[in-house]
């Protein structure tokens, strides 16, 4: 059980609206404040997802989506693995706008909690770090990764700590694996926010 209490870590994680949210993100990336925060509050998902991930392929032109890319911290690490052909989608303009030129072959504005516009099997990886946390992303999304996944494909992706049991992603991640849509190739509690003293569950699964 997590006795840990996140709930009030950080002032984002009190909002719930998506309108509120994009607001909130609008005002984040003024004087590029998110990239910031992100290198004060000591934010290591990125590379530490990056890193694992890594590990478990070596086709470095695969097509990756980098769900909720925001800025694109998630961008630098896979390129600096050598990997070329990712693309980066969120519903942030404002974070968006702050994606360093040629990191992404393109960029998506989507609703991750809605119905992707993209083809089943489509990407050979989908990779989501920092977006399944408080007010963002739902489990169910998990479904459309799946769905635009390949077979034999990777899901890379953190859960904040704070929600893993309030957003049930215990019981998708159990029912997934039960009928048998993915296995679990690796599951870890990992560093996520170190200054916050915020840890993530980082989970790597092949798609079935
Ligand atoms: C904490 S940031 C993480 C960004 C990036 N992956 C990183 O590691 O720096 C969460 C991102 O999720 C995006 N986001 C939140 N809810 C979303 C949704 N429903 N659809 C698409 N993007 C969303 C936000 O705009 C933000 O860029």
């Known amino acids: 059980m997590n006795k840990k209490n996140i709930d009030n870590k950080i002032p984002i994680y009190k909002i719930s609206s998506k309108k509120k949210m994009i607001e909130y993100y609008d005002n984040w990336t003024i004087n590029n404040k998110y990239n910031q925060d992100m290198i004060n509050w000591k934010y290591v998902?990125?590379?530490?997802?990056?890193?694992?991930?890594?590990?478990?392929?070596?086709?470095?032109?695969?097509?990756?989506?980098?769900?909720?890319?925001?800025?694109?911290?998630?961008?630098?690490?896979?390129?600096?693995?050598?990997?070329t052909n990712t693309i980066g989608a969120d519903f942030s303009k404002s974070m968006l706008n702050l994606v360093p030129k040629k990191l992404y072959k393109s960029l998506e504005l989507i609703d991750l909690n809605k119905k992707?516009?993209?083809?089943?099997?489509?990407?050979?990886?989908v990779i989501c770090v920092g977006t399944f946390t408080y007010?963002?992303?739902?489990?169910?999304?998990?479904?459309?990764?799946?769905?635009?996944?390949?077979?034999?494909?990777?899901?890379?992706?953190?859960?904040?700590?704070?929600?893993?049991?309030?957003?049930?992603?215990?019981?998708?991640?159990?029912?997934?694996?039960?009928?048998?849509?993915?296995?679990?190739?690796?599951?870890?509690?990992?560093?996520?926010i170190i200054n916050k003293k915020v840890d993530s569950w980082l989970c790597i699964a092949k798609i079935l």
């Open 45 to 83: 998902a990125p590379k530490n997802t990056v890193n694992l991930f890594s590990k478990f392929t070596k086709n470095k032109k695969q097509k990756i989506l980098d769900a909720g890319c925001g800025t694109g911290l998630v961008g630098v690490e896979l390129m600096k693995k050598g990997f």
């Open 116 to 125: 992707l516009d993209f083809k089943n099997n489509s990407f050979d990886t």
């Open 135 to 192: 007010g963002h992303v739902k489990a169910n999304t998990l479904n459309e990764f799946i769905r635009i996944t390949k077979k034999d494909g990777i899901i890379c992706f953190t859960i904040n700590e704070g929600i893993y049991f309030k957003y049930k992603f215990d019981e998708k991640i159990k029912e997934l694996s039960n009928k048998k849509i993915w296995k679990i190739l690796k599951f870890l509690k990992s560093s996520y």
